[in-house]
């Protein structure tokens, strides 16, 4: 069974950080592109940053320079280091894998707000 799973989503202040991880599961993801999509009420869902699989990254502008990803093949594993949290960066996070085929975790809550 196809799995993505994501944790570290929370409650925080403006300036303050949150990492973000999702653990994948029921297919070879080192095969797949992987990122972090978000999700704000009202808006639709947008790219934050993604991690080819031989390790390109792409920003969005939004984020360059306090969002860092990574990803570990030998865990099977992505992440989403959040640094310098604004308000506008409230939003469902999800996690994704692609190739052939889209994967899509169930998201987690981030809220940046004093």
């Known amino acids: 069974q196809v799995q993505l799973v994501e944790s570290g989503g929370g409650l925080v202040q403006p300036g303050e950080s949150l990492r973000l991880s999702c653990a994948a599961s029921?297919?070879?993801?080192?095969?797949?592109?992987m990122g972090w999509y978000r999700q704000a009420p009202g808006k639709q869902r947008e790219l934050v940053a993604t991690?080819?699989?031989?390790?390109?990254?792409d920003y969005a502008d939004a984020v360059k320079g306090r969002f860092t990803i990574s990803r570990d093949n030998a865990k099977d594993t992505e992440s989403l280091q959040m640094n310098s949290l604004k308000p506008e960066d409230t939003a469902v996070y999800y996690c994704?894998?692609?190739?052939?085929?889209?994967?899509w975790g169930q998201g987690t809550q981030v809220t940046v707000s004093s």
């Open positions: 994704n894998a692609e190739r052939f085929t889209t994967y």
């Open positions: 029921g297919f070879i993801a080192r095969l797949y592109a």
């Open positions: 991690v080819s699989q031989n390790n390109r990254i």
